[in-house]
């Protein structure tokens, strides 16, 4: 009888540590693929944060070398798409507020600029050329003022998801 109550025994614990190890290692997978997973919004959102800040800066310089800045037309639609999926509410309408400074500030700054006659290196200067100048330059750091606030956000938010 003792050796059937020791086999009982042995029998019930093997399966105990049996039954304990499968939870530990499902538990111990399922907080792994919980860290890759934030691991990996964490990156993704990063990254949405750097093609933003790149992309922003490359316009504003497109602006002021007065080169068309058309060509950023089907990236910008693709980093708004990202945008509306990934972004918080609250960045997203600083994202908004930064992009409608460099907006109005573009618009000043082409009005501005002397135009080009013809085929030549002829320009015509015209009177409200002054006026969109002096436009653009008080719009102009409101760009500033709106991008460090996006930045601060940005940053804001990469803190929240860090593991």
Avoid: C
């Avoid at 919004?41 to 002021?64: A, G, M, N, P, W």
């Amino acid at each position: 009888m003792t050796a059937l109550n020791t086999g009982i025994i042995t029998g019930v614990f093997g399966l105990l540590v049996a039954i304990t190890t499968i939870f530990l290692t499902q538990l111990k997978e399922n907080q792994q693929h919980k860290r890759d997973k934030k691991k990996s919004k964490y990156e993704s959102i990063e990254t949405l944060y750097l093609d933003t800040l790149t992309l922003l800066e490359q316009i504003i310089r497109h602006v002021k070398a007065q080169k068309d800045s058309r060509e950023f037309d089907e990236v910008l639609s693709r980093l708004n798409a990202r945008w509306q999926l990934a972004a918080p509410k609250q960045v997203l309408n600083q994202y908004e507020s930064a992009g409608d400074a460099i907006t109005a500030w573009s618009a000043e700054y082409f009005r501005g600029q002397p135009k080009k006659l013809g085929y030549g290196d002829m320009i015509a200067i015209s009177s409200q050329d002054s006026l969109h100048q002096e436009r653009a330059e008080e719009l102009y750091p409101k760009i500033a003022t709106e991008m460090n606030k996006l930045t601060e956000m940005m940053h804001k938010h990469l803190e929240t998801l860090r593991i």
